[in-house]
Structure formats: structure tokens, C-alpha cells
Nanobody, 113 residues
Framework: VQLQASGGGLVQPGGSLRLSCAAS????????MRWYRQAPGKQRELVAH???????IYADSVKDRFTISRDNAENTVTLQMSSLKPEDTAVYYC????????WGQGTQVTVSS
């Protein structure tokens, strides 16, 4: 299974970005899908998590600003980010679990004026 993350870029504080994670096969059976991020000099942290039944969990730092969703028909997991802050700057990674933990490559998000 290959996961391809996309949608990163440069955005001003307060702006929005939509990240997508496209899978090479159906994600219907994946137990969960997640977005992580890693800022320079910091450990990778969990940003958002969505289970097979659509239950979600968010890091406190992004709650009420980010929304994770999954489209099983399109084999895609999306992270809608709004009210972005400079501290959201990081490389964002997606992963998913189906008997094995699969990781996608990262996509850079930079929040700066």
C-alpha cells in the first residue's frame, strides 16, 4: 500500500489549507488513518486520527481548527486546516493501519506572513 500526501504550501496566519492522503488501494478496511506532523527540532506528533467507523481524535493544539475526514470511495483521507498559526509550520505525514502501519511521504506546511 502506498500513501501519497499532498496539499502543503505557504499560507499566511489565519489562512486555510487542505491536505490529502491518497491510498493506492481501498482504505475501507483500514482500522485507522492518521495525520502527524514534525516541526524542525521537534518530535513527530499526532495531529488527528480517524477510525474505520469515523470516530475522530485531535491534538489539543488543533482542536476546533482542523478536521479530518475519510472518503472510502476515493481512498482518500483529508485534513482541512483553518485558522492556521505559525506554530502549525511542519512537515505533515499521513499513515494508516491494516495489519501493518503504512506511512506516506511528508508534505511541507509553512505558516508565515
Amino acid at each position: 500500500v502506498q500513501l501519497q500526501a499532498s496539499g502543503g504550501g505557504l499560507v499566511q496566519p489565519g489562512g486555510s489549507l487542505r491536505l490529502s492522503c491518497a491510498a493506492s488501494q481501498s482504505i475501507f478496511s483500514f482500522d485507522f488513518m492518521r495525520w502527524y506532523r514534525q516541526a524542525p527540532g521537534k518530535q513527530r506528533e499526532l495531529v488527528a486520527h480517524i477510525t474505520k467507523d469515523g470516530s475522530t481524535i485531535y491534538a489539543d493544539s488543533v482542536k476546533d481548527r482542523f478536521t479530518i475526514s475519510r472518503d472510502n470511495a476515493e481512498n482518500t483521507v483529508t485534513l482541512q486546516m483553518s485558522s492556521l498559526k505559525p506554530e502549525d509550520t511542519a512537515v505533515y505525514y499521513c499513515n494508516g493501519y491494516l495489519n501493518f502501519l503504512y506511512w506516506g511521504q511528508g508534505t511541507q506546511v509553512t505558516v508565515s506572513s
